[in-house]
């Protein structure tokens, strides 16, 4: 079993910032990538930045050059920093850990329990 604990969701103004933390612990063989999702009432689960072991980051287009994501492999934990929040980046954020239970293992998906972030105008 594999515990993805999120924190850092709340409420911030427009233009404010805001930082998650995920840390993925349990039993398992290997993480190989964590990021986070988003979905906004009405609208489908959306990616918002990935980061895999060695470091590589994918951004969502709409994200770029306002947050950042890093990794600290060894306690198996990601930080999402957003800066420049928007109205519109409202949504629950959804940790997502990718990786394998054991050695032998196909590839799955974890994911936590989703933390609330609200951008008022």
């Known amino acids: 079993q594999v515990q993805l604990v999120e924190s850092g969701g709340g409420v911030v103004q427009t233009g404010g910032s805001l930082k998650l933390s995920c840390a993925a612990s349990?039993?398992?063989?290997?993480?190989?990538?964590m990021g986070w999702y988003r979905q906004a009432p009405g609208k489908q689960r959306e990616l918002v930045a990935t980061?895999?072991?060695?470091?590589?980051?994918n951004y969502a287009e709409d994200v770029k050059g306002r947050y950042t994501l890093s990794r600290e492999n060894a306690k198996n934990t990601v930080y999402l920093q957003m800066n420049s929040l928007k109205p519109e980046d409202t949504a629950v954020y959804y940790c997502?850990?990718?990786?394998?239970?054991?050695?032998?293992?196909?590839?799955?998906?974890?994911w936590g329990q989703g933390t609330q972030v609200t951008v008022s105008s």
């Open positions: 997502n850990a990718n990786g394998r239970r054991r050695a032998w293992s196909s590839r799955t998906d974890w």
């Open positions: 349990g039993n398992f063989f290997s993480i190989d990538a």
């Open positions: 980061i895999i072991s060695g470091g590589s980051t």
